[in-house]
């Protein structure tokens, strides 16, 4: 499975973005897709996950209320919604995905960065 995340760039406190991760290859077997951040001098850390098929999700606190994850199975590509974003939500923002709820994440696109400055 390979993935493209892509849609990152430069927004003002309060603004929108939208981030997309396509997936392609042996799409079949994914089983969850979930998006990652990494801020300047800290550790990677949870954001958000869809399940493939059922589109099952989950947040993480500091996304829950201002991001969405949908998807698109037709197109297979996984979305990030980011509303009301913050100078803290700057990051490099990874998707990856798996096969099974009981594995880790092996599958992980490149990042795509995340600026949000007035």
């Known amino acids: 499975v390979q993935l493209q995340a892509s849609g990152g760039g430069l927004v003002q406190p309060g603004g929108s973005l939208r981030l997309s991760c396509a997936a392609s290859g042996r799409t079949f077997s994914v089983y969850v897709v979930g998006w990652f951040r990494q801020a300047p001098g800290k550790e990677r850390e949870f954001v958000a996950t869809?399940?493939?098929?059922?589109?099952?999700?989950a947040y993480a606190d500091s996304a829950k209320g201002r991001f969405t994850i949908p998807r698109d199975n037709a197109m297979n590509t996984v979305y990030l919604q980011m509303n009301t974003l913050k100078p803290g939500d700057t990051a490099v923002y990874y998707c990856a995905a798996k096969e099974s709820r009981y594995t880790n994440y092996n599958y992980w696109g490149r990042g795509t960065l995340v600026t949000v400055s007035s």
């Open positions: 869809i399940t493939w098929s059922g589109g099952t999700t």
